[in-house]
């Protein structure tokens, strides 16, 4: 259970917004006039509108690569929700002094472990929020009728996160944990970024501890080369790199790992010892 | 002609911006330099960029559904505009208490519209405006050299909107309305959202009263199943759903209406009371 | 070397932020969070983010028709930096009252060059950036753990310009000059807009006098006709018109240039004066 500790939160008045809407139709405007009939004064910030549609996974990934980066203060809006109107909960949630908002289907569940213990709140239409909420919210668009509401209350103070409804356990995305396999580690490939790198669930702590004598092995080709940075590699060559967050990338320099080589989400990728040629 | 209520408008400095430049180039970003250029203070909010291109009718939908979410005194800036150096006037808007800058290409009629009635100005190079619009406006970018500048003097105040220039009648964009046909109502595919959802001309009130028992035909399909919910639809099968702003909607759960079933803008959709087994 | 006046530099609190990272993946929000973290007040304005992918020129020029519409004082921050980790040096600039902060690749070099001379310095992690920058900034993204800092230090005024680091001459782009060929004058194609409008390194002083009597030549097309504004344009017909930013582009009305004529980056276009029938 959450105690005083956990679930501290003191807003900023920053409310970032992830979603995948796209830029093309007026769903992210609207939240974004919903926000500001209530408050006015908040600062929107735009984290990323063009996630995969419907792919929680990435979108999670994405929460927990970028949120930690804020202020302490900071209410994240994210709304990625394939289950819109089905039984999935509105969810609030606040870990390291920053909170989150959007839809239990462990979207949430990455950025806010990797914060630290923290509390969750499922949102209820009823109690201090009601007279911010729609009477009838759109079973199709929890993000205006909802989830940007219930944000914009945080973060400007009008309901304290106690205030948003019971406390819940909130749903776990699970991602695969890297295995040994005698001097091996073996991974696989989560998600691609924009620029067709392979990100990986393994961590730079998975590599031997002399880097410059590991193989790494993804899918059949068995010997990529670990460099320290893109500008290190030929131009075209698949490489392994460790990327800005700490997880291991193959990458193509100045090209796209994801088209040059047929890789996909869940190719494994082995890191172990050099060995004797 | 306008009353003083009818063009009643205190601006809040909020400008929200709706363009179909995309964020490939500059001219967003011109834009945006311009409007803080004249009031670094002012707060911009992006609606949308990636916009069909020059598709006005999108676009004036996209402004009906978002803008009227925002707080009274918000100038709304939209740049869809074909046209631009051709005979179609800049023009500026007010109506509910909002304001609207853009090409007078019925771009901001159906909004406008939906707040009720309004004044509209043509926006007059000499005047009051002229020290802050450049000498020579590029005739192909009015967006950066007088609608952005418009904006920006009608947010911080420094011109009223009775000062931009001569009453004028905007043009208005023709929305195709459903008509009736026996006991069935008869409407069709306004556009596409980033999901693929088609959404119609047809309102929740166009469904019969008992929904549940209502029967939905889109195109050649006799029987489409209307549902409250996405989440409610089974994977992949196309479905009726009455969307977020209050129009029936074809969709495919977890996929895409218009990829899958070969729907496009104009096919007729027909509600009607449920048939006999 | 840079005198006072020529760096001289007031930040006013506003950061723009250009770059080709896109908007799937949270590399763009990271980037917001840490300036907000140095500094919670900066107003960050998104520039532009779907440039194309490593491709310094077309962000430069982007970067030179879009930053000076900023006011002066405004601290600009642009990230397309293919050799990140390799030898290009982390860099900071000043010309016109701006500040630019991004990789020494050419990049920044555009838009200062319009503006004026200007002075440039190397940023440096040692000195009086060091409590900005993390410890051990990641080889593959210091638009994050470099380039964003500094912006922000900058911006809130912490560090001064002169404190980032020494003096260096920054790298220079080139963009083929315009030649004369007798009564001609010969350009050519530097880069695609949003549109397919194809953009030349010819500006409208290379027009002859009398401009309705030009004759344009683009590839082998041996006469485009040259109109003031894509409406005087017929539909579908490559057209020649004098841009917003005064250079000379190639465009068909309600169509792409670049997807309608096969034109490319580098295909010469010629203006002359015009011929006898």
Partial sequence: MPNATRSRFTANGLITITTDFGTRDGYVGAMKGVMLTIDPTLRLVDL????????????ALVLRSACPRFPVGTVHLAVVDPGVGGPRAPIALVAGGHAFVGPDNGLLSLVAAGLGRGAARRIARRGPLARFLPAAPSPTFHGRDVFAPTAAVLACGRVPF????????????????????????????????????????????????????ATVAVGARERVRLVETYAAAPVGELVAVVGSDGWLEIAVRDGSAREQSGLATGVPVRVGPARTA
């Fill in 48 to 59: 990323a509108h063009d996630l995969p549609a419907q792919d929680v996974r990435h979108a």
């Fill in 162 to 213: 106690s205030g948003l409804g019971a406390e819940v356990r909130p749903a776990r995305l699970t991602i695969a944990r890297p295995r040994r396999e005698g001097a091996w580690v073996r991974g696989e490939i989560t998600h691609f970024d924009r620029f067709g790198n392979a990100v990986t669930n393994l961590a730079g702590e998975h590599l031997p501890a002399r880097r410059a004598r």
